[in-house]
């Protein structure tokens, strides 16, 4: 990948999800790369602490030590949830463990034949990560713009920029949502 970021200010997140959930699709599409998407196997770090997890992390129990300590550092957890799946193979609070984390819900590939974006919402909503939700196709690049915005916003703290739940509705924050 390049290693020159497009967006300095796109910074502090890691994306978390089931395997072929498009954490690594929606990265490379966050970050602009013209990269090949293929299966992350193990994880991969980006520029300004931009972080890929393999789907293992969250499916197999075995790892989840591996997902806490990746995520120890990280501000901003992306959890995906694809519009086509109503699972959730995380035990509850598990995003929660480290006070002051702001677990952000995104519903992938909302473009499937299958999609069902509000069941997607409401798994997220029914494992405690609050709304507002980004729905989002990296097929499409739907929701992705608004999404990358998002994650700036973040980034400037003080201003009216979207770093707090106040501003980031004037972000117009969820106008994609469930």
């Given at each position: 990948?390049?290693r020159t970021?497009?967006?300095?200010?796109?910074?502090?997140?890691?994306?978390?999800?089931?395997?072929?959930?498009?954490?690594?699709?929606?990265?490379?599409?966050?970050?602009?790369?013209?990269?090949?998407?293929?299966?992350?196997?193990?994880?991969?770090?980006?520029?300004?602490?931009?972080?890929?997890?393999?789907?293992?992390?969250?499916?197999?129990?075995?790892?989840?030590?591996?997902?806490?300590?990746?995520?120890?550092?990280?501000?901003?957890?992306?959890?995906?949830?694809?519009?086509?799946?109503?699972?959730?193979?995380?035990?509850?609070?598990?995003?929660?463990?480290?006070?002051?984390?702001?677990?952000?819900g995104v519903?992938?590939?909302?473009?499937?034949?299958?999609?069902?974006?509000?069941?997607?919402?409401?798994?997220?909503?029914?494992?405690?990560?609050?709304?507002?939700?980004?729905?989002?196709?990296?097929?499409?690049?739907?929701?992705?713009?608004?999404?990358?915005?998002?994650?700036?916003?973040?980034?400037?703290?003080?201003?009216?920029?979207?770093a707090n739940?106040?501003?980031?509705?004037?972000?117009?924050?969820?106008?994609?949502?469930?």
């Open positions: 990948m390049n970021s497009l967006y300095p200010d796109l910074a502090n997140f890691v994306l978390v999800g089931d395997v072929g959930s498009g954490k690594t699709a929606l990265t490379m599409a966050l970050l602009e790369s013209s990269d090949q998407v293929m299966k992350t196997q193990a994880v991969v770090f980006h520029p300004s602490h931009v972080v890929d997890t393999p789907g293992e992390f969250t499916s197999r129990p075995a790892y989840y030590g591996a997902l806490l300590s990746t995520i120890s550092d990280i501000s901003t957890i992306l959890y995906l949830q694809p519009a086509n799946s109503a699972s959730f193979s995380l035990p509850p609070g598990l995003l929660q463990v480290y006070p002051g984390k702001r677990v952000v519903v992938s590939k909302i473009d499937l034949p299958d999609a069902n974006a509000e069941t997607a919402c409401r798994v997220m909503q029914d494992h405690n990560i609050p709304p507002p939700y980004f729905l989002t196709s990296t097929a499409t690049g739907e929701g992705v713009a608004a999404l990358r915005s998002f994650l700036i916003s973040l980034q400037t703290p003080d201003t009216k920029t979207g739940e106040e501003c980031a509705e004037s972000l117009g924050v969820g106008d994609n949502e469930c």
